[in-house]
Nanobody, 126 residues
Framework: QVQLVESGGGLVQAGGSLRLSCTGS????????MGWFRQAPGKEREFVAC????????YYADSVKGRFTISRDNAKNTVYLQINSLKPEDTAVYYC???????????????????WGQGTQVTVSS
């Protein structure tokens, strides 16, 4: 069974940091792009960041540029999201995704991926 499992979420004060991890099992994801999305209460899921299979190229939503960093360790079948300078508006369930359905990186922000994790909650208090 192919799975993506996120971890690292929690409750943190504004200005703090977290490092989210997403580890795959059941197959290797080292040859696919991976991404992070988030969904706040009452809002639609939104794109956060994605990374190409070798990690050479990364893409970010404007709202997180300069504060979030996506990276990956293919030997561990894991993608990370380092979140710094957290704001209350970053509160959401964060999901990782793997293997975009489209080859074109310009479409990866749309959220069309073959595999999704179950999510990890990030709550930022003011």
């Amino acid at each position: 069974q192919v799975q993506l499992v996120e971890s690292g979420g929690g409750l943190v004060q504004a200005g703090g940091s977290l490092r989210l991890s997403c580890t795959g099992s059941g197959r290797t994801f080292s040859s696919t792009a991976m991404g992070w999305f988030r969904q706040a209460p009452g809002k639609e899921r939104e794109f956060v960041a994605c990374i190409t299979w070798r990690g050479r190229n990364t893409y970010y939503a404007d709202s997180v540029k300069g504060r979030f960093t996506i990276s990956r360790d293919n030997a561990k079948n894991t993608v990370y999201l380092q979140i710094n300078s957290l704001k209350p508006e970053d509160t959401a369930v964060y999901y990782c995704a793997a293997e975009p359905k489209s080859y074109y990186a310009s479409t990866w922000y749309l959220g069309e991926y073959n595999y999704w994790g179950q999510g990890t909650q990030v709550t930022v208090s003011s």
